[in-house]
């Protein structure tokens, strides 16, 4: 009988607090790429007591295959992780010019692929894990501040339909809304000066609360409001 090794690769996108590929842990769930800097890093910890190769990209969502390596780089985009010790991966803008008014949003991918021996006459399956966080580039001198910016989104009543705006230039990532006390359900992440449609139907003066998702990963306050109608909103 022939003997072989089969090596599968599943890629898995997790969202944790703390993300946990097999034995290697990443430091957070998003990273802030301040403007005002060159770079910006985020810590990768090996765990486990095998060997790890780390692979990383910033591509334009999480849907898209499509780098952006026009507008960020990471580096070192592959190199080997030891069995417990750890090592940083750095995002580097290339110099193309992003918004000086907005945040704009990408997302940072990491691929840890375990080493494995090779025992003779056995099947193997190696498992790939990808985590994806989102990367959050911040233009320098940005008014307001961020970790106000929830607190200033809009909830109104377009045609029955439930619109939230944010007027604010920092995106916000929403961790729950609740209309009358019952949950939407997947609520979104509306980007600056956007405005995005819910599939809930309202009317004015229903109660809104909220919370969103910190710079750190971290739950803020919930927040309370009613619905306006579309005349009150602001431009």
Excluded: C
């Amino acid at each position: 009988m022939l003997k072989k090794i089969i090596y599968t690769f599943i890629l898995i996108a997790i969202t944790l607090t703390e993300v946990y590929a097999n034995g290697v842990q990443i430091s957070g769930t998003r990273l802030i790429y301040d403007g005002s800097k060159n770079n910006a890093s985020i810590n990768i910890s090996n765990n486990d007591d095998q060997v790890y190769l780390i692979q990383s990209w910033v591509t334009q969502n999480p849907y898209s295959k499509k780098a952006s390596d026009d507008i960020f780089i990471t580096t070192p985009p592959l190199f080997r992780l030891e069995a417990n010790t750890n090592n940083s991966v750095r995002v580097v803008q290339t110099g193309k010019k992003l918004p000086s008014d907005r945040e704009s949003v990408f997302w940072l991918n990491i691929k840890s692929i375990p080493s494995t021996n090779k025992p003779d006459g056995q099947n193997m399956l190696l498992i790939a894990v990808k985590t994806q966080i989102k990367l959050f580039y911040r233009p320098a001198n940005l008014p307001g501040k961020s970790a106000e910016a929830y607190k200033k989104i809009q909830f109104i009543n377009k045609s029955g339909r439930l619109a939230i705006n944010n007027p604010t230039p920092y995106s916000v990532s929403f961790k729950s809304i609740k209309i009358n006390g019952k949950d939407i359900a997947n609520p979104p992440m509306v980007l600056p000066f956007e405005t995005q449609y819910v599939n809930k139907n309202v009317s004015v003066n229903d109660n809104v609360s909220w919370q969103s998702i910190n710079d750190f990963g971290g739950i803020t306050l919930e927040e309370h409001a009613t619905v306006r109608s579309n005349n009150n909103a602001a431009n």
